[in-house]
């Protein structure tokens, strides 16, 4: 989400990043929480980057996508 415009539409200040959610699948748990265009900025008080990776340990970054599943 670098893109200027997008951010704006999304109402998201320039120094918050994150993950966009596309779509929730309905029987998920988190359906009732989550919506499509919702931005997941942190897990647990960790920032997520734009790329959607987040801090993991000694300078390593965990890809999102691993989390995910």
């Given amino acids: 989400m670098e893109h200027s415009l997008y951010r704006n539409y999304l109402k998201l200040n320039d120094d918050q990043h ?3 959610v596309t779509s ?15 931005v997941i900025i942190a897990i ?17 970054r965990l890809n999102f996508g691993y989390l995910e599943k």
């Fill in 44 to 60: 647990n008080n960790v920032p997520i980057a734009d790329d959607g990776t987040i801090y993991f340990r000694r300078g390593e």
């Fill in 24 to 38: 929730v699948e309905p029987a998920c748990v988190l359906s009732k929480i989550l919506q499509k265009d919702d």
């Fill in 18 to 20: 994150g993950i966009l």
